[in-house]
T-cell receptor
């Protein structure tokens, strides 16, 4: 498809396990963003990749969270030793160059539930 | 530090009337503002935007107003339709930095 694709759409796991969430951005988009939305909350910025520049990791809530973007395309968000407060919808977005005047295109998110 | 704030978590209006969603920001560096609409189980979709050099942008039933001196913007929907019922997010950014989003306002348009 032509849009941002995220997988899995739902993930249920036990506390303490590691999880990996995947994002396929729109082809050609150099900017990629990860957000999370906890129940009843707004969009919380996590990390931003722009081309080959060092990512902006300022939104990652703890060192259990990390993300990679291989080959400037697909990105993986990894959460180690998951906690119940990690339960949220994790959203990925991309834009052509990351300029602020470009709308971001969002995937439908991964709903993560930690038991 | 919440740089973009939407102080009304919810809004309910009658079909055909005007919906006004509000957003305040604190960072004077922001030069571009966007509104996104989100339905359940879907990602947000872009609705309308405005540059800081303008004070109004209109697209069909949707108009965004920007008051830079007050660091305030609003989204007007008129006439409101039941299909407009969704969560609306305000976002702001500058240069090539990451966008900051508000907490969202859930709009319900009653038939």
């Amino acid at each position: 498809g032509a849009g941002v694709s995220q997988s899995p759409s739902n993930k249920v796991t036990e506390k303490g396990k590691d999880v990996e969430l995947r994002c396929d951005p729109i082809s050609g988009h150099t900017a990629l963003y990860w957000y999370r939305q906890s129940l009843g909350q707004g969009l919380e910025f996590l990390i931003y990749f722009q081309g080959n520049s060092a990512p902006d990791k300022s939104g990652l809530p703890s060192d259990r969270f990390s993300a990679e973007r291989t080959g400037g395309s697909v990105s993986t968000l990894t959460i180690q030793r998951t906690q119940q407060e990690d339960s949220a919808v994790y959203l990925c977005a991309s834009s052509p160059t990351g300029s602020s005047n470009q709308p971001q295109h969002f995937g439908d998110g991964t709903r993560l539930s930690i038991l | 530090d919440q740089q973009v704030k939407q102080n009304s978590p919810s809004l309910s209006v009658q079909e055909g009337r005007i919906s006004i969603l509000n957003c305040d920001y604190t960072n004077s560096m922001f030069d571009y503002f966007l509104w996104y609409k989100k339905y359940p189980a879907e990602g947000p979709t872009f609705l309308i935007s405005i540059s800081s050099i303008k004070d109004k942008n209109e697209d069909g039933r949707f108009t965004v107003f920007l008051n830079k001196s007050a660091k305030h913007l609003s989204l007007h929907i008129v006439p409101s339709q039941p299909g407009d019922s969704a969560v609306y997010f305000c976002a702001a950014g500058y240069n090539n930095n990451d966008m900051r989003f508000g907490a969202g306002t859930r709009l319900t348009v009653k038939p």
